[in-house]
Every structure is written in C-alpha cells, then in structure tokens.
C-alpha cells in the first residue's frame, strides 16, 4: 500500500532518529497531547492489572518459582546459543524450510527482496512484528516495487497514517477512536462511525479482499524450537493465521535470541506470553508450523524462508548483559514502568523498542552514547523486574548501563567540583550541619519570593530556582525543606526517650 | 572428540543455512557468537536444559473435573458451547447452522466415518450445500459460511482446541468462513497444556510439514482504545459441539 513520502519519512523518523537522539526533545512532542498521555495511562493500567490477575490465578504464590524456571529455561539456551542455532538449522532444514542467516538489517532486506523476486511476488502481506520493524523492510519492499500491506489492525493503522507502532504489543496505544475514524475516511473512502467494532469491520472487509490476491506472507515468530525446528507464533486477530496459511510463500524474519531448547519448553513458555501481555491464558491463535505442507493438499506450492538476523544482538551476548536477550517481546514491563506510562508511549524512546527493555537493549544495539539519555530514563522502581516473566533484572542493567555512560564519558569541570565538595561535607558533621542550615535558610527564602503554597501542607514550593540550579526546577518544582530535619529530630527523640 | 564437536559437526556438514539469497556463511555466522559466548574447548559439552519440574507451573490437575473446566473456560474466551450426544450429533450442527441461515459450510475431517456421516445427512435432507476441496487454492472458502472441524484435543485450563493437520487447506476451514464450529469428544479433553505436550509427544515432533493450531475462542482485539471487539480477521463466532 502506498503512502505518501513524507509521512513515511516522518514514521522512519520517530523509530529511527538522528543520532545521537534527544530523549528530552521527542517527550515535549509525546506529552504534548494530554489525552493521548491518559489514554496511554489507561491502557497500560488495565493490562498491567490484567496480567496481575491472571498470574495470581493461575499460579498463586508459585510466581518467583515460574519466573526463575522460565528465565533459566532462556538463559541456557543463551549460553549455547551457537549450539542451538545450529541444531535448528539443520531441524528446520530437514523438515523442509529454507533457513538464511543475516547479520545485519541491510542482509536480511535483501534476502527478503531476493526471494520475493525469485517467486515473482506483486503482493505482500505482514504480520506484526518487531523485528521487520526494526529492519525497516517494509520501504524496502514498496521500493522493490511489492506492494506491502499491514495486516494487523494496529499497524494496518499505523501504515494508512504514516506513523509508528509506540508499543510492542498495542500499537495505537497512543490514537483515540476519532482519529483512527478519520484515517478510514479519508484514506480508505470508508463511510464509518468512530465505534471500535465499525473500524474494526472497515478494516477487515479492507483486508479481506487483499488476502485474495497476495502472493507472499511475511511474519515475525515468537519460538523457534530447536529440537523439531518448529515455528511458534501467536496471535489474536487471526491475521498471523492468514500471512502463513493463504500466501504460496511465506517468509519468517526473527531474531536469534527466539531459539529454545525443546518443543516441551512451549508448554511452559507459552503459559506466560499471553498472560503477562494481555491476562488471557493462550492467545487465541498458537501456530506452531512444522514445515510446509505437503501432501494431500490442494494448495499445492508452499514454501517457508525462515531469516535469522543478529543486527547488533551479538553485541549483548557477553556475560553481564546476556540475560537480556531473554525477553520474550511480550510488553509486560512497559505496562509496568511508570516513566513510560508518563513518557506518553513508546515514540518517547526513539527506537522499535520501548520501555525498560528498550532503554536496555536500544543502547547496546545501537550505541551507548548515541542513546545515553535512555538508560536514565527509569525511576529503578523495580516494577519491570517484578512483572518480567522471564526475570530479567532490568534495573540493575539499567544501572550498568548508567556506570558505562560515566566512564565513558569524563564528567565535566563543574560536576567534578561540585561532588567533591559534596563528599567533604558528608565528612565532616561540621560542614554538613552548617551547609545544611544555609540550604534550608536560602530555599525557604525562595519559597517565600518565588514559591506556590501547596494545598495538602503548610509548605512552599520554589518554582524558579536561580543560577545553576535552574535546570532543576523547569520541569518541577523543588519544596521547601521541612522545618525539622532528621538530625534535629533524632535529638529530640533521644532526648524523649530518655526522660 | 566430545559429544557437542560431533554433533555439531554432523550438523553442519548435512544442512547448513542456505546463501543463495544472499544470506550469510554459517560457520562465519556462528563463529562471531562464539567469542563473546566465551566457548572454550574445556566448556564444550551440550549441556541439558534445566528439568520441567511441572509442579512449578501446572494450572489445572489432570483430577480435577475437565469437562467443567473446558467449559468454562472455553466460554470465557467467547465459544459457544453446545453440549450434545452422539445420537443428535447432526442435528445439533444443523439446529446451529440454520439458527445462523447458513447456506453452505465445508468440512475438513480427519476422522472420515464423522466425515461421512455429516456428509450423508446434509445431502440426504438436501439442508445445504457442501463447498468441496476442488478448486487449486483456498479463495472459494471466501464464499463459505461455516467450517465444520473436528480436533485433535482439547485443553481445560486455557479452554482451546488443537488442530493438527498436514494440509494448509484444512487449517483454513477453521479460519476463512466468519463462523467455526468444532466438534468435541469428551474423552479428548485435557487438563493442562502441559499434557498436550506430554500426551502428543510423537505427534508435537516434527513430521515435516504437520502444523498444529491452538484455537481459543473467536478472533479478537483491543488495538483501538483498548476495547474489546470479536471478529477481526478470523471467525466471528467458535461454536463447540461436546459429545
Ligand atoms: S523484558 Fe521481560 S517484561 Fe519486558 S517485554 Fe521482555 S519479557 Fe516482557
């Protein structure tokens, strides 16, 4: 489907900016929209409850016990990867599919483009994956001249727009029903109303009729067992099912970390997909493709090019940052992560992506200092620890992430200085006690020129702070020290205790 | 020579990836992971995954009462149940097609005796039609109402159907016409997706070109504004038909 250059060069942007990229710059346009910041909210609360629910239910206090089983499941698999690769190259090979290896994203385009054109391909469904998004192979086969169509209802949107998924899971996480209706409108011609179910039909009858006529299916893949060489996708909307059942020729782009061990693994790893991304016990669709098919079928010619692609993921296999190339894509610690839910979705991210796991793996696939705002961007709350259904300790990686930052780059002059005076106070009493009387006595001084009254106490707030530390209060404002601290306090308490 | 150098070395001798499409050598490929996997001749062995110990992670207890748990579950993922006997099997598909005005379905069986049977009933009373395997691809089942399907099993605790199948024609049945309706033996009901993978262990193995289908429930999504809606791309309505 073709769409106009310049909205497809806007959506090329917002998942693949300038470097090194601005976190601060892209969330004034993210939070500009104060409704699509509460719609984001909302969602992400509901699913972040849903999956809270579901867990509970299922497995009651054995939670930590699944998680760990599940992360060590992964993590082993990662330790053996190039064993496991290989074992299902050659399983996948044998029960008839075509494996290619592809080391970048440019590699993996044209081993798209060579097989489309060996076949002859005019018309190209998708559907949603990650992983083709972040090859950006869509524009690469509209340029191919294939005529490519999003199938999935979200990024079937995202594609008539011109703009890009900002969530793994929920693409339009970010659009509100009107919009979505006026897209319709004017890019389809379709009479619609702005009700979910009318958009839905709209696009489905779209859809229906293109499923007819494509020649080439291409989807993403959420395992790939390396005991039968076994596809496993998962899908709601029933699009997936089309993509790899209707077209001749089907092509499966997935990263290398999707490997697992055995086909029994599923009946583990499958439980806590659905679960942690939207609470339902199994998707409604679970493909779990054999090879092509082969006899007694009408539909006779089908042929599966399954494409393994590192761009950057051996980057994160040493030890300390291995484990996360766990992640199952399921979106749980994006739900979970108050900074993305404040962000105003994954556009903030800058990168396919988002939440704790983007700011994790974005810098590591792409650079450190071409993303070193990312890894600050978390409040190390622990929430995406605490939901990850493969436990990876997203925090602490963060953390590392952070240190790396440092050392790269030497801090300036002013920073140097100011820390070490910082430290001198913190050793002498002396020092600390004096520096801290001043501070009280200057930011109440500016709680009383500059400062709001804050409604639940008696406090000020200094709204403009000056000099250096202005910095600090354009984004919020700094309250006023209480009229105790916790020394003073301590003293007196002490001295309570022992009259 | 160890275990994990034979092995590998069997592998890569007989199907190494393809780079005809312009793909990447394999030994080149898994050679860049190696380093910074810090494969050492000494840390050679293939090691064994850590046990399913399914004690951790069993849902749903192969003695609790199945029926009722598929049931239920299998409602809240939105099918219809329609529990019936062996004798009235026909009847209550026709009672649901008719109730639906559907005019034509198609079957895909495994089990041809039901095959058969259906088959003869529809064409004896001339109910309706039945839309035949015939043409080169899939696009006739555009046209078609209903698919009638049977399972391979069922799962309690997630309430989903599983379709195994070696043709990309029958999984379609269950896919392209807007209603599905899947017949069910009682006795084929499991507790726990973790008895699927036990029970099926010769049939989950690859024979190439088998697939295998979860199915819970109608197609659904809740891209726009995070409401719920039924009948996206696949069926709009999963009907079952216990015995
Ligand atoms: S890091 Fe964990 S919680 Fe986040 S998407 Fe990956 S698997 Fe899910």
Not at chain 1, 3 to 14: A, G, I, N, P, W
Not at chain 1, 253 to 259: R, T
Not at chain 1, 489 to 494: A, K, S, T, V
Not at chain 2, 46 to 53: E, S, V
């Amino acid at each position: 489907m073709s769409q106009d250059t310049s909205s497809e060069s806007h959506s090329l942007h917002l998942l693949n900016p300038p470097l090194p990229f601005d976190m601060k710059l892209r969330m004034q346009q993210t939070t500009e929209n104060d409704g699509s910041v509460q719609r984001i909210q909302n969602t992400a609360r509901t699913k972040f409850a849903q999956r809270e629910k579901s867990y509970t239910e299922a497995f009651g206090d054995r939670q930590t016990d699944v998680k760990t089983l599940a992360g060590q499941i992964k993590q082993h698999t990662l330790d053996h990867l190039d064993q496991y690769l290989e074992q299902f190259i050659q399983s996948a090979t044998k029960s008839g599919m075509k494996v290619h290896l592809a080391r970048d994203a440019a590699q993996a385009r044209k081993i798209c483009l060579n097989i489309a054109q060996s076949h002859g391909c005019k018309c190209c469904i998708k559907s949603k994956s990650m992983v083709t998004e972040e090859i950006q192979l869509l524009s690469a086969l509209e340029s191919g001249g294939i005529e490519t169509y999003e199938t999935d209802l979200g990024e079937f949107i995202v594609q008539l727009d011109g703009d890009a998924p900002s969530h793994i899971v929920t693409p339009v996480i970010h659009k509100d029903r009107e919009s979505i209706a006026r897209t319709f409108r004017q890019k389809l011609g379709a009479e619609t109303t702005s009700d979910p179910e009318d958009l839905t039909e709209v696009a489905r009858q779209y859809l229906r009729n293109v499923y007819r006529k494509a020649d080439l299916g291409i989807s993403g893949a959420n395992f790939l067992v390396a005991d039968t060489g076994t596809i496993v996708l998962c899908t709601n909307e029933g699009n997936g099912r089309f993509v790899t059942e209707v077209p001749p020729v089907h092509i499966v782009v997935a990263g290398i970390e999707k490997v697992i061990p055995r086909i029994n693994d599923l009946s583990l790893l499958l439980k806590l997909l659905a679960r942690s991304s939207t609470g339902q016990p199994l998707t409604v669709y679970t493909s779990l493709i054999n090879g092509p098919t082969q006899h007694g079928d009408p539909v006779s010619t089908h042929e599966i090019n399954v494409i393994l692609l590192d761009n950057g993921r051996s980057n994160l296999l040493p030890a300390p940052t291995r484990s996360l190339l766990r992640c199952i894509r399921c979106g749980a610690c994006l739900n979970a992560c108050p900074v993305f839910r404040h962000a105003g979705g994954g556009h903030a991210y800058g990168s396919v992506y988002s939440g704790p796991i983007g700011s994790a793996i974005t810098p590591l696939m792409r650079g450190v200092s071409n993303y070193s705002d990312l890894p600050k961007a978390s409040s190390l709350c622990g929430s995406c620890h605490q939901v990850c259904p493969v436990n990876i300790n997203l925090p602490q990686q963060l953390i590392n992430l952070r240190q790396e930052a440092v050392t790269q780059q030497i801090p300036s002059r002013l920073e140097s200085l100011i820390y070490r005076l910082f430290a001198l106070c913190l050793r002498y009493p002396f020092l600390y006690r004096a520096t801290s009387y001043f501070n009280k006595l200057f930011t109440r001084l500016g709680g009383i020129s500059t400062g709001a009254h804050d409604q639940f106490s008696n406090r000020k707030w200094v709204k403009h702070a000056p000099w250096l530390f202005r910095h600090w209060t354009t984004c919020r404002d700094l309250p006023t020290p209480t009229s105790k601290n916790f020394q003073h306090w301590w003293i007196l308490r002490n001295r309570g205790s022992s009259s | 020579m160890n275990h994990r150098e034979s092995s590998s070395n069997a592998h890569a001798s007989t199907h190494p990836a393809l780079t005809n499409m312009g793909g990447c050598n394999q030994q080149e490929f898994l050679t860049r992971l190696k380093d910074p996997l810090e494969v050492t001749p000494t840390h050679d062995e293939f090691a064994c995954p850590p046990i399913l110990d399914d004690s951790i992670f069993r849902t749903t207890a192969s003695d609790e009462d199945v029926v009722s748990r598929f049931v239920s579950q299998a409602k809240a993922a939105g099918t219809q149940i329609h529990e019936t006997n062996e004798n009235d099997l026909c009847s209550t598909i026709n009672r649901i097609l008719t109730n639906h005005k559907c005019r034509n379905v198609s079957l895909g069986f495994v089990d041809s005796p039901m095959d058969q049977r259906l088959r003869a009933y529809f064409s004896a009373e001339k109910k309706l039609d039945i839309c035949p395997p015939s043409s080169d691809n899939s696009s006739y089942l555009f046209n078609v109402d209903a698919g009638i399907t049977d399972v391979c099993a069922a799962i309690a605790e997630t309430g989903s159907l599983v379709i195994t199948t070696q043709s990309r024609h029958f999984r379609s049945i269950s896919l392209i016409p807007p209603m599905h309706i899947a017949v069910v033996n009682r006795k084929q009901i499991l507790a726990d997706l973790i008895d699927y993978f036990d029970a099926f262990r010769d049939d989950v193995k690859p024979k190439p070109g088998f697939s295998t289908l979860f199915i819970t429930g109608p197609s659904k999504t809740a891209d726009i504004e995070g409401e719920l809606v039924v009948g996206v791309h696949g069926p709009r309505s999963v009907h079952i038909v216990l015995v």
